[in-house]
């Protein structure tokens, strides 16, 4: 059994650029779930949390997310997977999309994943909102409860917000972000709360992503005794909101296929799924 100890970090660009253009020239034909944006590998390596390794099938990308790793692969397109068994889980996902042949060849992939011994793990939609004519709604709600009043994160607030994710979000779907990374997204004005007006308590946390020209949320957490208030929704706002403000037009979350709850309240907000959604799979 394997432990990240046994691969290389990946501590800058140029060493990850000669790594896979060496492993490249090698194998003409190779597949790969590997879809980093803008910016992606820069958070990786910022958090140092990501290593490189290689086996029978080819080259890959370990991004050590906390509770799990979550694998990158570039493989020959006529090899097996050969991946060996780490000290946690590992979860490799696929996106799909539409036409027959691309399903086809990401089918024949799943199946190379599931006989090297991965399972099936969960099916995320990917929803879209326009925001081009989108006009946000409040940020503050109230009720007999209280006031609660949706702000961006300070410095302070993070200690306050890593324990509502923490409890909250499934660690295996949900890469928890260490302190160091929190504090340096508060400073980028990408963190979002929910703040109760009478006691100054932090009840909700949200995460704002923008990248190749889209928002997208993330974290979206809320403390169980504040649930069905309606503060995700005000949260969701100030992201749309602050995202129209940066000259974005488009936003896109990702959702678990069976949490109907979930799918049906971004709905309702205006989401739309167009036929995109990963299918992830995990080796425990």
């Not at 253009?21 to 990501?50: A, Q």
Request: glycine share 8%; aromatic share 10%; net charge neutral.
């Amino acid at each position: 059994m394997k432990t990240r100890e046994d691969l290389r970090p990946v501590l800058e660009k140029n060493e990850l650029r000669t790594f896979f253009y060496k492993h490249l020239l090698r194998n003409p034909r190779w597949e790969t779930n590997c879809i980093f944006e803008p910016g992606e590998v820069d958070r990786l390596l910022r958090r140092k949390s990501l290593y490189m390794g290689k086996c029978e099938s080819g080259a890959f990308l370990i991004d050590d997310e906390g509770e799990y790793y979550r694998v990158h692969f570039f493989f020959a397109v006529d090899k097996p997977v050969s991946f060996e068994r780490m000290d946690k889980p590992v979860l490799v996902e696929f996106l799909m999309a539409g036409g027959e042949d691309r399903r086809r060849s990401i089918r024949e992939m799943e199946r190379k994943w599931m006989d090297c011994g991965f399972v099936p793990h969960v099916v995320d939609l990917k929803m879209y909102l326009s925001l081009q004519d989108y006009v946000p709604g409040p940020t503050v709600v109230e009720n007999a409860v209280g006031k609660f009043r949706g702000r961006l994160a300070r410095a302070e607030d993070a200690e306050a917000i890593l324990p509502i994710w923490d409890r909250s979000l499934d660690h295996l779907n949900s890469a928890i972000p260490s302190m160091d990374e929190t504090l340096y997204e508060i400073s980028q004005g990408n963190i979002f709360v929910m703040e109760r007006e009478d006691t100054g308590e932090i009840c909700a946390a949200n995460k704002m992503v923008i990248r190749g020209g889209m928002v997208s949320t993330w974290l979206g957490a809320v403390k169980s005794e504040y649930r069905r208030m309606g503060l995700s929704t005000a949260m969701k706002q100030m992201i749309y909101k602050t995202a129209q403000e940066r000259g974005i037009q488009m936003c896109y979350t990702w959702v678990d296929r069976e949490n109907t709850a979930s799918v049906k309240a971004l709905e309702k907000l205006g989401f739309r799924c167009h036929g995109e959604w990963t299918e992830g799979f995990i080796l425990r």
